[in-house]
């Protein structure tokens, strides 16, 4: 009797035992379906990418396998290497633009002026503004005879410009739509960061006697850096991607000479149907975001978040 | 056409207009078993624009007349055009009909085999009016629609001559004439341009890929043709060169500052703001321009053919057809559709309406038709460039890179670049495209 107790005893406890051991598993239901999903939208169309890459795949014929043809093609392709070096312009300008006259907004903004609420809600109306819409309405002003911009011009007896439709001021005329729209942005992070700063560093500074250009470069910049980093971070992702705007404004024209590699990579996709080239082209474009976020990022880690606020 | 509010002729020439719809439309459609599909749906896959907005204004009278519904999904072209290539390359495509844009498509749909042929549709009088036949169609049409074995994929549907506009009054002032060669058209250009004035001699499409459309004018006047008798591309030749010489004199010497970038739209407005002279592009922008609402020259546009070049005259034309997916399992109501849509009726109001000019010669050369459009100088002009009309673009898969590449020189020569040189180059670009597209 006793020796069937033991038994039935042990039975339960190896029973607790094996329960205890599933325990850990049990966090799987909660895994899976996040699995599921980063491997159906990303790592699957990735590798999918990757595996079109290899081969000459023109809509409406089969694909043939060619290996690293389609990469060694890249360099070749003067059309390609034109919108890598416009991507980069492109992005380089649009960084840093938005950037200064950002900052420069928001120490303005942080200062107190009457009607500045009023103000500082009609500097960020663009920001909301569709990029299609006014992209559409930029052209309009861009008209070398028609649009308003040359008017303006005049009217201050400056030489009319071509604006988008010279090659040479295509790009710069872009980054300035790219600019008005997305300078608020940058004011707004910056301006985040400025009202985090304690008011103890100015108090000292002007006993001190430090001109206002002394106070910003020596104490608002370093504390601002990291906002700034992260605001640069968002433009710089936002512009080596843009579509929208060039796009609706120039096509990448005149000629190829806003032609960025978004451009290019949407015509071989779906204008050439050169399915397997075009998908060479987004490997390519996504390591030079990846590389472009890394710099960034190393950048970065050499600024540190409590240089701002002094703790965290 | 609207020109100045409904004078008493306007509303005679309606009148006109709807007697027309009436003589030459419903009767014809007496003949087949009109109604032998009724109950069935169709999908229709169509271009947003005149025509693509026509037959579904109209859709209703079409389900009265046969009993089938049309469900049509009206797209913006560039993107239409993609959507089409890519279910119908999927093999299970969500339309029936299909509006196909040849001067771009039709290699590549044919190559890919992915309409239905229509022949067999059309030699049966259950099917098929009898005054729709295949000898109707202009010849420009039939070298669209047809295959190299003379089957009928599609049916033509509308066509896109390029003409001669240009402000009256303008030339009226310097007592110049209608110029009828290219080079009085220069000419012409040099003595009206008055750039202080803000009035250019010429305006065009100098964008990339866009400007192909008025570069081949040029092009097939200088005596160019696209293609050899074994396929090769021949648009880097001296013919090419020459017509690119005149292209860029006109457009950097007689043109608004920055048409390197101007595609239709910004020529127009060019022109309906009565700062050019003249204009050459396609036939359909009669309405906008007599649009008083929008158009400072209503009235003072006088519409021609192109002019001669040295080697001969002839207006580049550019055309839609109208064609039914080889997998739909509906195609005698889908040929049912695409024939009410090339229909007398149906072409006379896209005639007379100023949207596109019917590939049928029974309807541009029916007196009633005629009568009902109301700009007869715009009509001349479309009929006078009927007669000399040519494929404005070469018939290969790669359309579209072909347009880029050589439009890309064709607008680098704007800014000063050597047409021999830029084509020259750009031709090294395309032809490893065009030789990989003919090998697969």
Redesign the interface.
């Given at each position: 009797m006793s020796e069937l107790t033991a038994g039935r005893t042990s039975a339960v406890e190896k029973e607790a035992a094996k329960k205890k051991e599933w325990r850990p598993i049990s966090y799987w239901p909660f895994i899976v379906p996040a699995m599921v999903v980063v491997l159906a939208v990303i790592i699957f169309p990735w590798a999918y990418t990757i595996w079109m890459s290899l081969h000459e795949w023109k809509v409406g014929s089969p694909p043939t396998f060619v290996g690293l043809a389609n990469y060694l093609r890249l360099p070749t392709d003067a059309r390609f290497v034109e919108s890598v070096w416009h991507t980069l312009v492109y992005t380089a300008l649009s960084v840093a633009l938005p950037l200064i006259l950002g900052t420069l907004a928001a120490v303005i903004f942080n200062t107190k002026f009457p009607l500045r609420g009023f103000f500082r809600g009609l500097f960020i109306l663009p920001m909301m503004a569709t990029p299609v819409a006014i992209a559409l309405v930029w052209t309009m002003m861009f008209h070398p005879q028609l649009g308003i911009l040359n008017y303006l011009l005049s009217m201050v007896g400056l030489p009319p410009s071509l604006w988008v439709f010279h090659p040479a001021t295509a790009i710069p005329s872009l980054v300035l739509v790219e600019t008005w729209q997305w300078t608020p942005l940058v004011m707004l992070i910056v301006l985040g960061g400025l009202t985090a700063i304690p008011s103890e560093p100015y108090e000292s500074a002007q006993i001190d006697g430090a001109t206002p250009w002394q106070t910003f470069r020596y104490i608002s910049l370093p504390m601002i850096m990291p906002f700034l980093f992260i605001a640069a971070m968002i433009r710089m992702i936002d512009a080596v991607k843009s579509f929208d705007i060039i796009f609706a404004i120039t096509q990448g024209g005149p000629g190829s000479a806003s032609e960025t590699i978004n451009l290019y990579l949407y015509s071989v996709a779906f204008v050439y149907y050169d399915v397997g080239y075009a998908s060479a082209i987004v490997v390519v474009f996504f390591a030079l975001i990846i590389a472009l976020a890394g710099a960034l990022l190393h950048l970065r880690q050499r600024t540190h978040w409590n240089d701002a606020g002094g703790s965290a | 056409m609207a020109f100045n509010g409904p004078t008493r002729r306007a509303v005679l020439q309606g009148a006109l207009a709807t007697s027309a719809l009436g003589l030459t439309g419903f009767p014809a459609f007496a003949d087949p078993a009109w109604k032998k599909y009724a109950g069935t749906t169709i999908e229709a896959n169509l271009i947003k624009g005149p025509r693509g907005d026509l037959l579904q204004k109209y859709a209703s009278e079409f389900t009265d007349l046969t009993g089938i519904k049309v469900e049509s999904e009206v797209i913006p072209e560039?993107q239409q055009r993609?959507k089409a290539?890519?279910e119908?390359?999927s093999g299970k495509p969500s339309f029936d009909v299909v509006h196909v844009s040849y001067h771009v498509q039709k290699r590549?749909f044919e190559?890919?085999g992915w309409l239905a042929d229509l022949t067999g549709f059309m030699k049966d009088p259950n099917l098929t009016a009898p005054d729709l036949r295949v000898d109707d169609f202009s010849a420009g049409g039939l070298q669209f629609a047809q295959n190299e074995k003379g089957e009928m994929h599609s049916l033509p549907w509308s066509v896109d001559y390029f003409i001669l506009y240009y402000n009256k009054e303008m030339f009226a002032k310097k007592g110049i004439a209608v110029p009828k060669t290219f080079d009085e058209m220069a000419a012409a250009a040099e003595k009206l341009n008055d750039p202080a004035n803000?009035i250019y001699g010429f305006t065009g499409r100098?964008?990339?890929?866009a400007n192909m459309t008025l570069w081949t004018n040029f092009f097939l006047n200088y005596g160019g043709e696209f293609l050899d008798a074994k396929g090769n591309i021949q648009t880097d030749g001296p013919e090419a060169i020459e017509a690119t010489k005149m292209y860029q004199r006109l457009l950097t010497k007689t043109a608004?500052?920055?048409?390197?970038?101007?595609n239709w739209m910004?020529s127009m407005?060019?022109l309906t703001?009565g700062?050019a002279a003249m204009w050459i592009d396609g036939v359909g922008w009669a309405p906008p321009i007599e649009d008083p609402n929008a158009s400072r020259v209503v009235g003072k546009i006088g519409y021609t053919v192109v002019p001669a070049g040295p080697k001969g005259q002839y207006s580049a034309a550019y055309g839609d057809g109208i064609g039914i997916a080889k997998t739909s399992t509906k195609k005698e109501a889908a040929y049912l559709y695409c024939q009410w849509a090339v229909s007398k009726t149906m072409g006379a109001r896209l005639l007379q309406g100023g949207g596109g000019v019917p590939f049928r010669n029974s309807i541009l050369n029916d007196e009633t038709v005629r009568k009902g459009v109301k700009n007869q100088e715009w009509l001349d002009s479309v009929i006078a460039s009927a007669k000399i009309s040519k494929l404005g673009l070469p018939v290969i898969?790669?359309v579209?890179?072909f347009r880029?590449?050589v439009g890309?020189a064709v607008?680098?020569t704007?800014?000063g670049a050597d047409p021999a040189t830029e084509l020259k180059k750009a031709h090294e670009?395309f032809r490893p495209i065009l030789e990989?597209?003919e090998k697969?």
């Open positions: - | 560039q993609q290539v890519i119908l390359t590549q190559k890919a803000g100098g964008l990339r890929n608004p500052p920055g048409v390197a970038g101007f910004e407005a060019t703001q700062r898969v790669p579209a890179e880029d590449l890309a607008t680098a704007l800014s670009q990989r597209s697969t």
